[in-house]
């Protein structure tokens, strides 16, 4: 399903928490939607599940928007980091209801993960632990195979083990059946990997819409001299810099790793994490 996305802008109290947002996302990958607190990336997800209207611009699936239209809202799935079902509901109610909403669900695939995070159907929802209910999240979102399903921080309260299992069941869903998944996180090195292209959102805007693997080949940390260092990257993406005792450290998008370690200097990866923070701080994230 084709997402696109023109000039989308969403006030909240005369607040822009989208900006003007433009960009589509043409096939089934596994997205990172990256930003600080604040930066559109639930806003943005909200409208693409239909559950609010843009203030202006537009967000279409498949041609049409998604706003009370039923033929794309069951086909999209949205777990929020919480309160993603009633609290006097049990496990199994929350099952059949979502097994009756969404055409591509996998009955089957939620006994399973049932069994791997330990929870049983006859319990009550407001009775789970914080983990507990955001493994009922992430269930509900890999057995419901919607073929846009996103996540907004899914995983609070489930410890790294718990976390890690979640990544590999992501990945193993995902290789049986292609879709559309959108993961926003702010645990990035943690899941970076998993990554196949990454939108980076700072107040509203998309500031990155990039493939990890592209980043890496091309955001570098470049140390030196500060005199020579900033005749060096002068007109380069310059994200970040730090000076010490006539030294000079820039963390630099769009770099030659080769020709910078052939002019002297010392060049080493940045994370991804890292790369996000500096992105959205008031230094970074504006190309020069």
């Known amino acids: 399903m084709k997402i696109e ?7 909240y109290k005369g607040k822009k928490a989208l900006d003007q947002l433009s960009f589509s996302l043409d096939e089934p990958k596994i997205y ?14 909200q409208i693409l599940a239909g559950l609010l209207l843009p203030t202006s611009g537009s967000l279409l699936v498949d041609g049409e928007a998604p706003f009370d239209k039923q ?22 109610n929350v099952l059949t209801i979502a097994s009756m909403f969404y055409p591509t669900w996998d009955q089957e695939l939620a006994r399973q993960l049932l069994e791997e995070f330990s929870l049983q159907e006859n319990m009550k929802v407001k009775g789970l632990s914080k983990g507990m209910e955001s493994a009922l999240g992430i269930i509900v979102g890999l057995a419901s195979k919607a073929p846009i399903t996103m996540f907004d921080e899914p995983y609070i309260g489930l410890d790294a083990s718990a976390r890690s ?8 869903s995902y290789q049986k059946e292609k879709r559309t998944i959108i993961f926003s996180t702010h645990l990035i090195d943690e899941v ?15 500031i990155v819409q990039e493939e990890p693997d592209q980043l890496r080949d091309t955001c570098f940390s470049i140390s030196g001299p500060a005199s020579l260092l900033e005749d060096y990257i002068s007109g380069k993406w ?33 994370s991804m994490q890292q790369l996000m923070i500096y992105l959205t701080s008031k230094q970074g994230g504006v190309k020069k």
């Open 5 to 11: 996305v023109n000039n989308l802008t969403k006030l």
């Open 32 to 45: 990172g939607l990256l930003g600080r607190n604040g930066a559109g990336k639930t806003t943005f997800m």
């Open 165 to 172: 299992r979640f990544y590999e069941l992501l990945v193993e």
């Open 71 to 92: 033929r794309l809202t069951e086909s999209m799935c949205l777990i929020k980091e919480g309160d993603n079902f009633k609290k006097d509901l049990k496990i199994k």
């Open 192 to 206: 970076s990997l998993l990554f196949e292209e990454v939108l980076i959102f700072d107040d509203g805007k998309l």
């Open 238 to 270: 310059v994200v970040h810099t730090q000076r010490l005792a006539g030294n000079m450290t820039a963390t630099v998008i769009g770099l030659d790793k080769h020709e910078a370690q052939a002019n002297g200097f010392q060049v080493e990866g940045v």
